[in-house]
């Protein structure tokens, strides 16, 4: 359902991606891993459509209505309607915006697009409750403005909250497990593991292969400065775990 | 209440007292009248009111003693001919509150200045301000808060959305007197610039003669945040509706401020 082709991308005049291939199918988990500053926040806002980013040379398709799709000068909101959710590595706050607000916004974005009802506050409260009820989250946080005050474990759920209100056909989750204590990692893998389904697809960014016994890939990639140098099955994380990159490297 | 105003034409500049009495707790919003020029807010000790007024150019003067509670909100009512020139000074005695909140909208021109001085111990002021500005409007807030006993409080969040070829200006003086040890005092202007014509300018000026003191102060002069608008559009929101969020979360954030949540609403009113 996304296949990218001979990508290079910039950013500020910069260079981040050489020539990377990535072929995800509908059902698959793949993970991502890579040292610092190799490129994978740098994928995941080109692959969401962050305008910041341009693509130089190479391919990006998703499938919509069964048609792969070259998406590179599809805006952010309509990739999003089309079923493709980014978790960010570092959510942003939105002062003054309710989360309830935001998020059944969210939803009727996505509902209006497919031709599907759209929820009032009295029918959306309800339908969040339960879903951060699987989170464990807190009721609170809906009154809050979004993200405001959330502490950084606090913001990472709310990225998976969102995820399961839209149920995107393809999730990429960059980092999603950094700053979760152990129980968290694990509610939040929970979250994640409930929506997987043989229509979807995610990719999984990470540096630790703790997650990955929660959320079991089926292809592991090493991205090191700008390309995908590694593929295997879910054993090349265990091997990272152990031996670091520079085996890769070398 | 009582309304001591003078039987006479309330045009001049002769004051119309209000006192409120001691320990009196209003049930209803205290309208200002129409027209008025120059109004003496009288609150005794331990009164708690809560005072609404659309004003022309004017001159509000508040006194709270010991223990009083003052909300006001103060909407500027430009004629879109002449700027709005309005005045506001509070006295505050030990123990009292005085909560205010200033809001402008539209094309016209407006200044306006607060002169607050913290006399008694542990007195307390919020000052927040909004603009909503259009056109060739021009705005300028000048806040001035005299910390002139200690344990005093002062807060300020003034926010300006600022359209076309519209101007703020924001000053912000804070003054700490040797006495006033212990004192709080925050201040902080954010202006979210609409067009790329629209500008803004923010001065605070800090004098402080106290050691015991915590002081901040910041400023924000920017256009949309551009991270802010991907994540919203990352969430199917489309650019124009992301757009739409943010500026009524940048003002939310201000209007969720004023306590008395009738005055909370009737600026919300003024919003949709
Ligand atoms: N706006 C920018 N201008 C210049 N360089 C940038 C910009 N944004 C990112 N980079 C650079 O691009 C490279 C890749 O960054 P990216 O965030 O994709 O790395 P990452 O693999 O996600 O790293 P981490 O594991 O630390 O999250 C880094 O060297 C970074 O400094
Ligand atoms: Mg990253």
């Given at each position: 359902m996304l296949n990218i082709k001979d990508l290079y991308a910039s950013v500020d005049g910069h260079q981040i991606l050489k020539g990377l291939d990535l072929s995800v199918k509908a059902g698959e988990v793949h993970a991502i891993m890579g040292p610092n500053g190799s490129g994978k926040s740098t994928l995941s806002k080109i692959v969401a459509g962050h305008p910041q980013y341009t693509v130089d040379r190479g391919s990006i398709e998703f499938e919509i209505n069964g048609a792969m799709t070259n998406i590179a000068a599809m805006e952010p909101d309509l990739r999003a309607r089309e079923g493709i959710f980014l978790a960010f590595q570092y959510p942003v706050e939105i002062p003054g915006v309710p989360t309830s607000e935001f998020l059944r916004s969210s939803y009727n974005a996505l509902a209006r697009h497919h031709g599907l009802a759209e929820m009032d506050p009295l029918d959306f409260d309800p339908f969040i409750r339960e879903k951060m009820k699987v989170l464990e989250m807190d009721e609170k946080y809906i009154d809050r403005a979004v993200n405001v005050d959330f502490s950084g474990g606090e913001k990472k759920r709310n990225e998976i909250l969102q995820m399961a209100v839209l149920n995107p056909r393809l999730a990429v989750l960059d980092e999603t497990d950094s700053g979760l204590d152990v129980d968290s990692m694990k509610i939040v893998a929970h979250g994640v593991n409930v929506l997987r389904t043989k229509r979807n697809a995610m990719v999984v960014i990470t540096h630790y292969q703790r997650l990955l016994n929660y959320i079991k890939p089926d292809i592991v990639h090493v991205l090191y400065q700008g390309r995908i140098i590694k593929t295997a099955g879910p054993e090349l994380a265990l091997q990272i775990e152990e031996k670091g990159y520079d085996w890769l490297i070398a | 209440m009582i309304g001591s105003s003078p039987d006479m034409d309330h045009l001049t500049a002769v004051p119309q007292i209000f006192r409120f009495r001691r320990r009196s707790e209003a049930t209803d919003i205290m309208r200002i009248p129409a027209g008025a020029r120059h109004i003496v807010l009288h609150v005794e000790e331990g009164a708690r009111v809560a005072v609404a007024g659309n004003f022309g150019p004017s001159e509000v003067e508040a006194v709270l003693e010991e223990g009083a509670h003052l909300e006001i909100l103060r909407v500027a009512r430009a004629d879109g001919i002449s700027p709005c020139v309005s005045h506001f000074k509070a006295r505050l005695a030990a123990g009292s509150c005085l909560r205010s909140f200033f809001f402008t909208r539209g094309e016209s021109g407006v200044s306006d200045d607060i002169n607050v001085v913290l006399e008694g111990a542990g007195a307390g002021v919020f000052l927040n301000g909004l603009h909503l500005l259009a056109g060739e409007a021009k705005a300028e807030s000048t806040t001035n808060i005299e910390?002139?006993?200690?344990s005093t409080t002062s807060d300020q969040l003034y926010k300006c959305l600022l359209r076309d070829t519209s101007y703020s200006l924001f000053n912000g003086r804070i003054l700490v007197r040797r006495e006033a040890q212990l004192t709080n005092a925050y201040q902080l202007n954010k202006n979210m610039l609409l067009s790329t014509q629209a500008r803004a300018d923010t001065r605070p000026e800090l004098e402080i003669f106290a050691d015991d003191v915590k002081c901040s102060h910041g400023a924000t002069i920017g256009h949309m945040d551009h991270d802010q608008l991907f994540y919203l559009q990352t969430r199917g929101i489309d650019k124009a509706a992301a757009g739409e969020m943010l500026t009524n979360g940048f003002v939310e954030d201000v209007v969720d401020r004023i306590s008395d949540p009738r005055l909370k609403n009737e600026v919300q009113r003024s919003l949709r």
């Open positions: - | 910390h002139a006993a200690p």
